[in-house]
């Protein structure tokens, strides 16, 4: 007789329950994109709210992002090579242009509120749908909080024995469910770090694998969150070879999001495997590789969100 899942942790858990209500991290939308990055890097962000000082009350006017610095980028450099002058010249605008020119520049931005009584489930139908940020209200109708996606995977790890039999379910029974491999988005260890990242913009993707450029395998991650390190001084990273930028070389601080090496699963892992390793690592997702590290798919918070609240039939049993 196999467990049944059993939601109810997840539905009777408010937000009030889990949340830590740490101050409010945001950015006047005054500050210069390299501003925004420095607190992005120091706070481990990949978004933050933006508050308009004018208004005295530091109000929340809106979100920027890692997706709409990423946008900026792919459109200043679109034409550049490897000619050093010219990106030096780009810099300057990129770095210098402010947050309220580039808030919801990549058309990402969605976010919904919510109310610190409402359930974990709510906000894990939320995340199920790719939303990437759900902001916590406050009785002054303010944004009091971020319930981060760290948090929702971390608060589902605590509680994976409720899963059932759905925590023990292969990752080839999950597939089906999944980005197919003709769909999944790559770049080569070869290619400059710079089209790596336009061919994300252009994907609308927040993270692609690096293969080996000789014999397809994974050899690391190349994630939005890694413009959070670039700096005036360090812009000419951008140039260097993919393989080369993740290295974490020693001009380059180590990202505070991500391990140095990839996190991957095989088709005869677990979906417990795969929520652990996200809570684990605290990222937001897992590449799932065939016997020779070839990348086969991806499993996503949003997957394991969409996964838990709507589980499909043949998925229950």
């Keep these: 007789m196999t467990e049944e899942y059993d939601k109810n942790v997840f539905i009777k858990t408010s937000i009030a329950d889990i949340i830590s209500k740490d101050p409010l991290i945001a950015v006047p939308n005054t500050a210069t994109v390299e501003e925004l990055l420095k607190v992005l890097h120091k706070h481990s962000l990949t978004s933050c709210p933006v508050v308009n000082p004018d208004t005295g009350r530091n109000r929340v006017i809106g979100f920027v992002d890692t997706n709409d610095v990423l946008a900026l980028l792919a459109k200043l450099t679109k034409n550049v090579d490897r000619q050093t002058s010219d990106l030096r010249l780009i810099s300057i605008g990129f770095l210098s242009s402010s947050v ?25 139908k939320v995340y199920a749908k790719g939303v990437h940020r759900v902001a916590l209200l406050s009785v002054f109708s ?13 608060f589902i790890a605590s509680n994976v024995s409720v899963l059932g039999s759905l925590a023990n379910k292969k990752i080839e029974d999950l597939l089906d469910h999944l980005v197919h491999q003709s769909e ?54 951008l140039l260097q070879s993919t393989e080369k930028f993740i290295s974490r070389n020693v001009f380059i601080d180590q990202n505070k999001h991500k391990p140095a090496y990839p996190i991957i699963l095989g088709v005869k892992d677990t979906f417990k495997d795969a929520i652990e390793m996200l809570a684990k690592f605290k990222i937001h997702r897992v590449w799932i590789v065939d ?16 996964i838990l609240t709507e589980p499909p039939t043949e998925l229950a049993s």
Excluded at 142 to 154: A, G, K, M
Excluded at 291 to 306: A, E, G, M
Aim: proline letters at 2%; aromatic letters at 2%.
């Design 291 to 306: 016997r020779n590290r070839k990348p086969i798919s991806i499993l996503s918070l949003t997957d394991v969100c969409k």
């Design 184 to 237: 999944l988005v790559t770049t080569s260890s070869s290619e400059l770090v710079i089209r790596s990242f336009q061919k994300m913009n252009d994907a609308g993707v927040t993270a692609v694998p690096v293969l080996d450029h000789e014999n397809g395998s994974i050899v690391g991650t190349l994630s939005i969150n890694d413009l959070s390190s670039i700096n005036e001084e360090n812009i000419d990273l």
């Design 100 to 124: 309220a020119n580039i808030m919801d520049l990549s058309k990402k931005d969605q976010f919904t509120v919510v109310l610190e009584e409402q359930s974990m489930f709510e906000v894990m």
């Design 142 to 154: 303010d944004i009091d909080d971020i319930v981060s996606q760290s948090c929702v995977v971390s």
